[in-house]
């Protein structure tokens, strides 16, 4: 299986701030990652595809990057509804396997 | 738009089975191009994929799951269903239900249900 490690568990910032969440695949899984942002008692909602594509509706301030088995999600400049958990997830192979999750907390 | 709904108990004995079902609509679950799965998240903690089922029935389970789980399709009601047998205390979870395509890579979740909490207590 392939395990997926998010840094940092949480992380407190302020509204305008650039914010950074890592993700760590165990093995190489290309560009195969997607980035979810879930909100307290609501379905995750899927941000990030592929990497770095944009699921289409999600405001531009949202990136990602990376490939083989370091990624990134970037928020950059946080809004107030960008308080959220964010979760990654390698759409790689099956068994299919996310990280622990990042709650971004305001500062 | 395509909905998904999750429905079921929402308390389960221990030792015995969960069964939930997840009826879609806006869209045909007998499209070529997606999988449907199943995720759950217990309170407080992260998401955990259970396993996916495509419309001609064939399925992939979580390892980890794998004896305990059987996922099943009814193409005339849009609907796919989980069954957990022997549950315990660890398989209190919000569950959801959820789509991903069908090609290898592309097993991204762009569609979920709003998910069902399901409690496991005697």
């Known amino acids: 299986d392939i395990q997926m490690t998010q840094s940092p568990s949480s992380v407190s910032a302020s509204v305008g701030d650039r914010v950074t969440i890592t993700c760590r695949a165990s093995q190489d899984i290309s560009t195969w990652l997607a980035w979810y942002q879930q909100k307290p008692g609501k379905a995750p909602k899927l941000l990030i595809y592929t990497a770095s594509s944009l699921q289409s509706g999600v405001p531009s301030r949202f990136s990602g990057s990376g490939s083989g088995t370091d990624f990134t999600l970037t928020i950059s400049s946080l809004q107030p509804e960008d308080f959220a958990t964010y979760h990654c997830q390698q759409s790689n192979s099956f068994p299919l396997t996310f990280g622990g999750g990042t709650k971004v907390e305001i500062k | 738009q395509l909905q998904l709904q999750e429905s079921g108990p929402g308390l389960v004995k221990p030792s015995e089975t969960l069964s939930l079902t997840c009826t879609v609509s806006g869209g045909s679950i007998t499209s070529y191009s997606y999988y449907w799965g199943w995720i759950r998240q217990p309170p407080g903690k992260g998401l955990e994929w259970i396993g996916s089922?495509?419309?001609?029935?064939?399925?992939y389970y979580n390892p980890s799951l794998k004896s305990r789980v059987t996922i099943s399709i009814d193409t005339s009601k849009n609907q796919f269903s989980l069954q957990l047998t022997s549950v315990t205390a660890a398989d209190t979870a919000i569950y959801y239900c959820?789509?991903?395509?069908?090609?290898?890579?592309?097993?991204?979740?762009?569609?979920w249900g709003q998910g069902t909490l399901v409690t496991v207590s005697s």
């Open positions: 959820a789509r991903h395509k069908f090609n290898s890579g592309w097993y991204n979740f762009d569609y």
């Open positions: 089922i495509y419309y001609s029935a064939i399925t």
